[in-house]
């Protein structure tokens, strides 16, 4: 039995269809990488899987369990966390108090805040800073250690590289073999294709809201990602 298992998943917003007909299947320990353009239904597919979007319930199912219907929090116990696009962290709280909340719902497990904030040496200095001050890449790695904080055994990571600088991206990467490690399944979006090769033991391309292509990076080759991303 798979992780994770979407069953022939169509959804969108109102009358906007933006997934056709999506079959996953997520191992637990696997780390799976979606690219795609923009537009291709990466975070949609992410949406769906948290809880923010439903479907009826059998089409998602979760250690076996069908979770369609669930709201995110439910997700959030069973053991679903999301790190949507855009490095949300609540401005006002701190570092830790951020931290705090993403210890709501959780289930027992490893991560700890003394755990984030030694797999993220650079969070443990800021503990009591409000976190709008901080930089692009500390609230990514902010955003990433509250995702942990529920002890996920599945977690999604939606674009964790936009627009911060490679040095960065970097640093943030660096933190992402601790986290498979601990057992953590990881799903990641990432619009950076070598990234994505880098990391993922499969990977799946969406192309306006269809999946056309998955597979091990070892065993696709360059051209037929391209082909896969561009639709040509
Ligand atoms: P990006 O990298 O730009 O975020 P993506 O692959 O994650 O792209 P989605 O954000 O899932 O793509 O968007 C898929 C389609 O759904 C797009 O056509 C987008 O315009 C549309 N869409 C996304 N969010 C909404 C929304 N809240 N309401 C209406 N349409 C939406």
């Given at each position: ?73 439910k997700?959030?116990g ?16 701190t ?50 250690g ?70 091990s ?16």
């Amino acid at each position: 039995m798979s992780l994770l298992e979407l069953n022939d998943v169509s959804t969108g917003y109102g009358h906007f269809q933006a997934l056709f007909n999506i079959n996953l299947r997520i191992e637990e320990g696997e780390t799976h990488a979606v690219i795609g353009a923009n537009g291709a239904g990466k975070s949609t597919l992410l949406r769906t899987i948290c809880g923010l979007l439903r479907t009826e319930a059998e089409k998602v199912r979760f250690d076996g369990r069908p979770v369609g219907q669930l709201p995110p929090n439910k997700r959030v116990g069973l053991g679903i966390s999301y790190v949507p696009e855009g490095r949300w962290v609540f401005p006002s709280l701190t570092v830790a108090e951020n931290l705090m909340v993403g210890a709501h719902s959780r289930r027992t497990g490893m991560w700890t805040m003394d755990k984030v904030y030694e797999l993220f040496p650079l969070l443990s200095r800021l503990r009591q800073r409000q976190a709008f001050s901080l930089s692009g890449g500390e609230q990514q790695a902010l955003a990433i250690g509250r995702g942990l904080m529920s002890n996920p055994r599945l977690l999604l990571l939606d674009e964790v590289s936009l627009g911060l600088a490679p040095v960065v991206v970097e640093k943030i990467y660096e933190a992402m073999p601790a986290i498979i490690k601990s057992g953590t399944t990881v799903l990641l979006v990432e619009q950076d294709v070598g990234q994505a090769i880098r990391f993922a033991d499969r990977i799946t391309c969406m192309l306006e809201g269809r999946q056309v292509l998955e597979g091990s990076p070892k065993e696709i080759s360059n051209e037929e990602i391209f082909a896969a991303y561009f639709g040509v």
